[in-house]
């Protein structure tokens, strides 16, 4: 079974800070990684998505990915309250879209 | 938008009792998967799914069985249910080739007494 690594423990972050996570994979193959928001109750739901080395962001969102390191992170600028969530990282080492997820990253984004 | 469907977001049933739920996706997506989730293991995957009458085994099978009769419906099959398969039950489906990400259903939260 191919391990995905998620920092343990919620994050609290004040509203207006930045809030960082981070994920590290196991398998070098691996071509593709998303990231995953899920609020209690619900079901997960597809917020970035990135294949290439570097930087890519998307609103307040930016994905960050070091294919050498094996990490990928998330930065979620000026965080709202909805924002508050637990965030799954997901990679792709099989090669055949049968991803391999993290446990996740509880995020509490305080008033 | 995907539309994945999943026909019961809530299930009881007994101890023994064969389950099915169901999932439907409205896209044309080749891959379908059935996840489950509990707190602290994450999300596990069950079987996949990359075409009509095709199945395979992901990491935690026993007690499943999965059909696909149809591309767009991909059902999971509880034999005989156990106490120790009350979860939610989450399916997904993506696209063909190696780089979609998977699109979820609302969810079956199953509780086996």
């Known amino acids: 079974q191919k391990e995905v690594e998620q920092n343990s423990g919620p994050l609290s972050v004040p509203e207006g800070a930045i809030a960082s996570l981070n994920c590290t994979y196991s398998?070098?193959?691996?071509?593709?990684f998303f990231w995953y928001r899920q609020y209690s109750g619900k079901s997960p739901e597809l917020i970035m998505s990135i294949y290439s080395n570097g930087d890519k962001e998307d609103g307040r969102f930016t994905a960050q990915l070091n294919k050498a390191s094996q990490y990928v992170s998330l930065l979620i600028r000026d965080s709202q309250p909805s924002d508050s969530a637990t965030y799954l990282c997901a990679v792709n080492p099989y090669g055949n879209n049968r991803l391999a997820f993290g446990k996740g990253n509880q995020v509490v984004v305080i008033p | 938008d995907v539309k994945v469907t999943q026909s019961s977001r809530y299930l009881v049933k007994r101890t023994g009792e064969k389950v099915f739920l169901e999932c439907v996706q409205d896209m044309d997506h080749e891959n379908m998967f059935w996840y489950r989730q509990d707190p602290g293991l994450g999300l596990r995957l069950i079987y996949f799914s990359y075409d009509v009458k095709m199945k395979e085994k992901g990491d935690i099978p026993e007690g499943y069985s999965v059909s696909r009769e149809k591309k767009e419906r991909f059902s999971l099959i509880l034999e005989s249910a156990s106490t120790n398969q009350t979860s939610m039950y989450l399916c997904?489906?993506?696209?063909?080739?190696?780089?979609?990400?998977?699109?979820f259903g609302n969810g079956t939260r199953l509780t086996v007494t």
């Open positions: 398998d070098r193959v691996s071509q593709s």
């Open positions: 997904a489906s993506s696209l063909g080739g190696t780089d979609s990400p998977l699109h």
